[in-house]
């Protein structure tokens, strides 16, 4: 079955570690979307890339990193820098770009805490 | 910039009864218009779309949404939930203009929906 996989489901860190949440499709879909979720917040985006090699600063870019190396793959590094990483974060893709390619599918979520 | 809202933090139903969830939107032209649901701990599932058309848009699960240009709403609507309805609701809309990219993907905060027995 196509879909978008994000491991771990929970991950626990502490203060000062950096940690990478892995998120990989099979949908060969161009896009790739990270956003993180808070309580009352809504969805916030991190970051974005639209194509292999290349990705762009959300809303809220500082404190983490990207790559995408592959299109399957477009892991996010939560750093020591991120004043506040506890969340809940939601990988996303996207077939490309374009009209009507706006629809945006869902993994089932990272649940990071800093302890 | 584009914004969305989502008046209704929590909204407490019967089941079997009927479902309006309100979803207004600020922005100068029509965009491209969303509704997805989450369930706890899980990430969302798209429930319908509005590009164009008919503004009266059916959905999976019963759900349809209705767009209004004069009032700038795309309020989600079910003539008769169930008990597994129970979850959170998302508005989110892009820009037409954006060039169809999701990173254009405004959501609203949610609406927290509870089915009583």
């Known amino acids: 079955d196509g879909g978008i996989t994000q491991s771990p489901k929970y991950l626990f860190r502490k203060e000062g570690q950096n940690v990478t949440l892995s998120c990989e499709q099979n949908?060969?879909?161009?896009?790739m979307y990270w956003y993180r979720q808070d309580p009352g917040q809504g969805l916030r985006l991190i970051y974005y890339?639209?194509?292999?090699?290349?990705?762009q600063k959300g809303d809220i870019a500082e404190g983490y990193s990207v790559s995408r190396e592959k299109k399957e793959s477009f892991p996010l590094t939560v750093t020591s820098a991120q004043k506040n990483p506890t969340a809940f974060y939601l990988c996303a893709s996207s077939i490309g770009w374009g009209d009507m390619n706006t629809e945006a599918f869902f993994g089932q979520g990272t649940r990071l805490t800093v302890v | 910039a584009q914004s969305v809202t989502q008046p209704d933090i929590h909204i407490t139903v019967s089941e079997g009864a009927s479902l309006e969830l309100r979803c207004n939107y600020s922005?100068?032209?029509?965009?491209?218009l969303f509704w997805y649901v989450q369930s706890p701990g899980q990430g969302l599932q798209l429930l319908l779309k509005?590009?164009?058309?008919?503004?009266l848009v059916q959905g999976i699960k019963g759900f349809e949404a209705e767009f209004k240009r004069s009032q700038s709403s795309f309020n989600l609507r079910k003539p008769s939930v169930h008990w597994s309805d129970a979850a959170e609701y998302f508005c989110?809309?892009?820009?037409?203009?954006?060039?169809?990219?999701?990173?254009?993907?405004?959501f609203g905060k949610g609406t927290h929906l509870i089915i009583q027995p």
């Open positions: 890339s639209q194509i292999v090699n290349d990705f």
């Open positions: 509005y590009f164009s058309g008919d503004t």
């Open positions: 949908l060969n879909h161009d896009a």
């Open positions: 922005y100068g032209a029509t965009p491209y």
């Open positions: 989110a809309v892009v820009p037409w203009y954006s060039g169809g990219g999701a990173d254009g993907l405004t």
